[in-house]
């Protein structure tokens, strides 16, 4: 089945720095790549999401990158603030399934020091 | 809109024991579906559906059932509780089948003892 990986597991970033996780994923096929927030005890929460047809997209701070021929695709976090502090999940569509599952990585951990 | 939410929010369960943990959504969405999240492993797809009276497995339905009799509503049912069952639940709703946002209700904490 679809495979995706996240690095690095934690990153731990000086406030005001950049951040930048990647994930990488197998099926070629996949054509949606979301990005998720957690806070702790809190649910997951989208913050960004790019389709294929697309290799940049930013919204404020946040940015995220889709290499196709790599399979790979990063979020880039600029400016970072204490608020940054959570966990990050990716994901990539699962093209068998007709795009409507996600394959989820298994998380980083993004501590933002003050 | 309440969106996503899921009772109970913590339970404790005695290995052997069956539950049913609920979700409902108020947005019309027709793709539901349930994960367990554990330390280290992500969001594990137990099972999803694509509109009421359709269900499928995902990648750890072993244990679990559910059924989707209305847009609503998609219960979550353990069988018979394991402690390899202790996790946290989500469940979640998005428009349609296809790319879209996954809503995520507020979770399920269970333990198996």
């Known amino acids: 089945g679809e495979n995706v990986e996240q690095h690095p597991s934690t990153l731990s970033v000086q406030e005001g720095d950049s951040a930048v996780i990647k994930c990488t994923y197998s099926?070629?096929?996949?054509?949606?790549f979301p990005w998720y927030k957690q806070e702790l005890g809190k649910r997951p929460q989208l913050i960004i999401d790019i389709r294929s047809n697309v290799g940049e997209k930013k919204d404020q701070r946040i940015a995220v990158t889709l290499n196709k021929t790599a399979k790979h695709f990063s979020l880039h976090i600029t400016e970072t603030q204490p608020e940054d502090s959570a966990v990050y999940f990716c994901a990539a569509s699962m093209s068998r399934y007709g795009n409507n599952r996600l394959a989820f990585g298994k998380g980083n951990q993004v501590v933002v020091i003050p | 809109n309440a969106g996503v939410t899921q009772t109970p929010k913590f339970q404790v369960l005695k290995t052997g024991q069956s539950m049913t943990l609920q979700c409902a959504q108020d947005m019309n969405h027709e793709y539901m579906s349930w994960y367990r999240q554990d330390p280290g492993m992500g969001l594990r797809l137990i099972h999803y559906s694509v509109g009421a009276g359709i269900t499928d497995q995902g990648e750890v339905p072993n244990g679990y059932n559910v059924s989707r009799s209305t847009t609503e509503d998609f219960p979550l049912r353990l069988l018979s509780a394991a402690p390899s069952q202790t996790s946290v639940y989500f469940c979640a709703s998005s428009y349609s089948a296809g790319p879209y946002e996954q809503y995520f209700g507020p979770g399920t904490r269970l333990t198996v003892t």
């Open positions: 099926d070629s096929a996949s054509n949606y």
